[in-house]
């Protein structure tokens, strides 16, 4: 009878020795070596993949919304522009607005006499002198000032002036009207018989804050009036220039 020969079971080496088993329920494959467990899951690289493409789209978004913003700031740059243009064209019709108000719609004038009611006399002097026409019949825009006889131009234009001066018999009569203290035109009447009267008219091109007055000559001259008015003082705007 022959004797059974038993051999020993090939046990594998744990060294360096891959062992796999499958597990039905999650799929993982297990590695086991020197004692130290790895797992490693099969959708491990799908899960990577999908991440990969979530990061792709992100970025892709991401460059929309810079490249829509980059748009947004162009739009506001142009409407800034815009709204500079506007607000200087605006300023620039304020202007031409002004202006022309003050062309058509600025109306200056103004009539005084030197007497009122009562007598009134103005030299001889030996210094002339300002002449006050304090009786104001009109005085639109209030250039013309009763205290101190002074007309001050409110604005840039052609203005004309007119007056008229009287003396008494025993004395010459006259004015000379200035313009920011310079003489222009003059009355002037020799003593004589009776009231003589003279008259004068001018059409003078006056800044705005230009000057204009009736002054006396320093000589043995004398104004005269009453209640009848002789002695007048007007003048008022023709036209903006």
């Known amino acids: 009878m022959k004797q059974l020969i038993r051999y020993p079971r090939y046990q594998p080496r744990q060294s360096g020795l ?3 088993s499958v597990s039905s ?3 993982q ?3 086991k070596q020197t004692g130290i467990d790895k797992t490693v899951t099969p959708c ?4 990577m993949c999908e991440s990969l493409s979530v990061g792709q789209v992100l970025d892709t978004k991401l460059a929309e919304l810079e490249a829509a913003v980059d748009f947004l700031k162009k739009q506001n740059a142009e409407l800034t522009s815009k709204q500079q243009i506007t607000d200087a064209q605006l300023t620039t019709l304020n202007k031409d607005v002004e202006n022309l108000k003050r062309e058509v719609g600025q109306k200056v004038g103004f009539s005084a006499s030197l007497g009122d009611d009562g007598l009134v006399r103005i030299g001889p002097t030996c210094e002339e002198q300002t002449v006050v026409f304090k009786n104001v019949f009109f005085n639109n825009g209030n250039a013309y000032n009763a205290c101190t006889g002074i007309f001050t131009a409110p604005c840039k234009g052609a203005f004309q002036f007119i007056f008229k001066t009287i003396g008494l018999c025993d004395y010459n009569s006259g004015a000379y009207l200035a313009k920011n203290g310079e003489r222009q035109v003059s009355t002037w ?3 004589g018989s009776g009231r003589d009267t003279a008259t004068q008219a ?3 091109p006056l800044d ?3 000057t204009v007055n009736l002054v006396t000559w320093a000589s043995n001259d004398q104004l005269f009036d009453n209640q009848y008015r002789y002695s007048t003082f007007s003048g008022f705007l023709l036209f903006s220039l």
């Not at 491990?44 to 899960?47: E, G, I, L, M, T």
């Open 18 to 20: 891959l062992c796999v």
């Open 25 to 27: 329920s999650t799929q």
């Open 29 to 31: 494959v297990h590695r």
């Open 44 to 47: 491990d690289n799908a899960n």
């Open 189 to 191: 009447r020799p003593k």
């Open 202 to 204: 001018v059409i003078l």
């Open 208 to 210: 705005a804050g230009d």
